[in-house]
């Protein structure tokens, strides 16, 4: 499996677990700034895909089934792995700044909850982790994932950056952001 393709499936299980936890569509939709239509289309596509029903339709909300019960466990487990993660090796002096290019147009509110030690800089060859709207010409050494963004006007967003253990769980954040 390609790093998009987990990455596309992770995102289907966190979304999964939210709506498990909110009880309604339209409270994880809110919750996470997306349509609920979009949410809505993502659960039906699940079920398709897992062959099974995810929730139990009543007037109250929605109803995990076991299976969605069990895809929300799994998502939490790999959230506290993640942030595991990312304190061990924050506490292991591996604190230095992850410099980061993002091309002109685009903006990430708040850099510094996708990244506490983000540092920007404005050369592509210096930078740890790249955000652009544009194919960067960039090292074979670095993962690079395309995502299209937007429904009636699509953006074309190339996420890349250095394979290591401080970007690798950055990038996977970034790439679940724009995938909203």
């Known amino acids: 499996m390609s790093v998009k393709t987990h990455l596309s499936f992770l995102k289907d299980m966190l979304y999964i677990a939210e709506i498990s936890a909110c009880g309604t569509i339209s409270r994880a ?3 996470n700034g997306i349509k609920a ?14 062959s099974c029903h995810l929730f139990l339709r009543t007037n109250k909300g929605l109803i995990p089934t076991k299976t969605a019960l069990e ?3 799994r998502a939490d487990e790999i959230c506290k792995l993640i942030e595991k993660s990312e304190d061990s ?6 604190n230095k700044p992850v410099l980061f290019y993002i091309s002109e147009g685009l903006e990430i ?3 510094n909850k996708v990244c506490q030690n983000a540092v920007l800089t404005e050369n ?5 982790i790249i955000i652009t709207t544009q194919k960067p010409d960039i090292s074979d050494k670095m993962l690079c994932v395309h995502i299209k963004i937007g429904q009636n006007i699509m953006q074309n967003i190339w996420i890349c950056g250095h394979q290591t253990p401080q970007t690798a769980p950055v990038i996977t954040r ?7």
């Open 89 to 94: 090796f924050l506490q292991n002096g591996n």
């Open 29 to 31: 939709a809110e919750k």
């Open 109 to 111: 509110v708040d850099l």
């Open 124 to 128: 592509i060859k210096q930078a740890d």
């Open 37 to 50: 239509s979009n949410l809505s289309k993502l659960i039906k596509d699940a079920e398709k895909e897992f």
């Open 174 to 180: 970034l790439v679940l952001m724009f995938q909203h």
């Open 71 to 73: 895809i929300s466990q």
